[in-house]
């Protein structure tokens, strides 16, 4: 693991937490206190509700958001720019997870052209690839990941500080399931491949992350997997005492 990237350990809220849950951002800030030798930067993307009270709350850690539009501004009600991200100090966007893939029918092309806009602002995108279960059982794992890579991800204006890669096999996410450590492994080889044939030697040096059902129990295994640069975690980021179990399980 010699060369490889400081670790990032980012939690997704989802469509989850009201006010109150900053105080589990409080929790997180005290813990991370106690533990400067930490080997992993920590990251929360809450809901863009409460992102401004976030980005006040937080201490030693990043706050990103969920999504953005890819637009400057202009007529796009409901939506939020990269630029008005950034104004709040937002550092980070998750883009193309999987559930907006699915529920808004978000295209990679549709997902490069966020990423551009986030580099525009300034922010690092967090960008989400990963197969099905019926993709992956009929052999198309890899290639679906390719295509998702290559169409995601701008070859112009990216660079090793500004994206992050999660693969978040679309089967693990939420369900408990995770991926034998020799797939993870496989996958994220294969990853780095397609990172370093794009980007060259910036290519080595880019986050790629796991994500899917992530947690305290098994993080040691699947942060330890080569290539694995730390985790995107979905329900166990919502109590801070679950999440930093994974600090605590992989990075401590
Ligand atoms: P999970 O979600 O950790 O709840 O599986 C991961 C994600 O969707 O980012």
């Keep these: 693991m010699t060369n490889q990237p400081k670790a990032l350990v980012a939690g997704n809220w989802k469509m989850n937490g009201l006010t109150a849950a900053i105080t589990e951002i409080d929790s997180l800030n005290h813990k991370i206190a106690n533990h400067p030798n930490m080997a992993c930067e920590l990251m929360i993307c809450p809901p863009a509700t409460i992102l401004a009270t976030a980005v006040l709350r937080a201490e030693n850690l990043e706050i990103g958001a969920q999504d953005c539009h890819a637009a400057l ?77 290559a169409g995601s991800i701008p070859l112009d204006g990216t660079h090793a500080d500004n994206i992050v890669v999660a693969y978040e096999p679309v089967w693990a996410i939420g369900t408990g399931l995770v991926p034998s450590v020799a797939d993870v492994a496989e996958m994220h080889a294969h990853i780095r491949d397609l990172l370093k044939g794009m980007f060259e030697n910036d290519g080595d040096k880019m986050r790629i992350l796991y994500g899917g059902s992530v947690k305290g129990s098994n993080a040691a295994e699947l942060m330890n997997v080569d290539n694995v640069n730390g985790a995107l975690v979905g329900g166990a980021s919502l109590k801070a005492d679950d999440f930093f179990a994974i600090v605590e399980a992989a990075y401590l």
Excluded: N, W, Y
């Excluded at 990269?82 to 999987?98: F, K, N, P, Q, Y």
């Excluded at 092309?109 to 992956?136: D, N, P, Y």
């Design 73 to 149: 501004g202009g007529a796009h009600t409901g939506d939020v720019s990269t630029e008005m991200l950034t104004d709040l100090g937002v550092t980070a966007v998750i883009l193309g997870h999987s559930e907006r893939r699915a529920d808004h029918g978000e295209t990679s092309a549709q997902v490069a052209e966020k990423v551009v806009a986030a580099q525009r602002a300034g922010l690092v995108s967090i960008i989400c690839v990963g197969e099905t279960e019926a993709e992956r059982k009929s052999g198309q794992a890899l290639g679906v990941v390719s295509e998702q890579i």
